[in-house]
């Protein structure tokens, strides 16, 4: 009998912020202690080979990969990998990211010409969201 297996995605667009150069990356350090195994949503080990380290509102989407790219002119329209590293941690930083949908490691705010005058860019998000597995009906495909 035949079936079928799709992935799902959610496609986020918005503006994107950037963290400041080595703050994703003292995150990432951070969770790999192994007293961070403790916490709810820690990061897997190995990394997964990304592009870069991303930060979300919501704490589940911690350790996931998502992909991401910027869509300001001149821009390249390559999806990227990321690995989500972090979320927001108080109601501030709930509300900013309300608005903002992620917010970029420095390597990658540069690499997306996010310099020091300019911390905002236009990103688009998709996050593979759920495997469904169907299979036909009886009767179904052949």
Known sequence: MARVVATMFVLLSGTASRYDPGVMERVVERR?????????YPLPVPLPDVDGYIAMR???????VVYARP???GASLRWERFLVADCAGSAAARRFMSVVPVEVDGVTAER???GPGRRNVQVQVLIPDLTVDRRPATGGWR
């Open 58 to 64: 919501d704490a589940e989407m911690i350790g996931r």
């Open 71 to 73: 869509v300001t002119p």
């Open 112 to 114: 997306w010409g996010m």
């Open 32 to 40: 790999l202690q192994p007293d961070a195994l403790l916490w709810q």
